[in-house]
């Protein structure tokens, strides 16, 4: 298709090319037929002629030849435009055109289709990892749920026990329906910067509640729990900071080696709370620890498994809407440290 359309311009380019040299050799061809018709030359003087049908004929073969040349600029940009536009059409984003060009128009041209590509690849990119981030989130909650499952299929399990497992797969359920209605508001806040609901808890209770929700995660690996969680009153939006202590817990016993273990700090403070989540699992590099709070950045292959895209962008979303930071520091291999705080103040600004 592509090299019928450009072998069409080609065409339609000589066709005019044609005509305009027909018509200026209509017009001397008239000219001469009108000096002979009515002898307004002496046959005497037809001989000086010859040099003038000269003329005529280099100035034909020169305006061909500059016809030609100036069509060549004016059509192979075109045709090396046509040809990058038929690969983005297929899915190829990664093609760019060189900028460097001797016409200013053309390399504008270049430059704006190079800024759409980009924006088209980003756009793909996003969209081909969608899918996997989102359930990322998704799947913390399922897992836990079908963990607390198989625990039920223990026909001596106690009455008790059994009762408490059911609360946290409820607990489970109403954590999937929650994760859904928070991803919904984060996208209002970045389009439209809806207000979040702030209210008084307690968040070492609620730490503590994401720590038992993990349990059959933490006890299938053997971790140890170091815990120090004092009492803690907050004023803060109890729903989305549960996910932020979901996620880093979850991904904290997910990169934990066996029998590894998992510190858990809160510490009161007169500006306000820092948590501190570490684990001893495998750690990251410097390039992932940069990116790692980059929505929809997925973690180099040496992790055992894909997330972080979503997960811990929304993490830092959450914390910074509470005026908070977090930071991480982490070593190949050694583990990583995650350093939230969360200001005081937030009742009065």
Known sequence: MRKKLFSQLWVYFAVITFLLMVVVLSVFVGLLFIINHYQLVSPEKEGHLFPFYFIIFLSLMIGAAL??????????????????????????????????????????????????????????????DFVSTISHEFKTPIATIKGYVQLLQNEALSQEDRQNYLERMLDGTQQLTHLTDNILKLSKLDNQGLGLDFQHFRLDEQIREVILFLQ??????????????????YYGNEEFLYQVWSNLMDNAIKYSKQNGSIYVHLKNEAEGQTIIIRDEGIGMTNEVAERIFDKFYQSDTSRKTKGNGLGLALAKQIVELHHGSIKVNSSLNEGSNFKIFLPNNLKNS
């Open 216 to 233: 059959p995660k933490w006890e299938q690996l053997d971790l140890t729990l170091d815990i120090d969680l004092p009492h803690t009153d």
């Open 67 to 128: 016809s030609f040349f100036v069509g060549q600029r004016i059509l192979q940009p075109i045709g090396n435009l046509r040809q990058a536009m038929n690969k983005v059409s297929k899915g190829d984003f990664s093609i760019q055109l060189d900028e460097q060009h001797q016409m200013e128009d053309v390399e504008e041209l270049y430059h704006d289709f190079n800024v759409m590509v980009k924006e088209l690849n980003s756009i793909e990119t996003l969209r081909n």
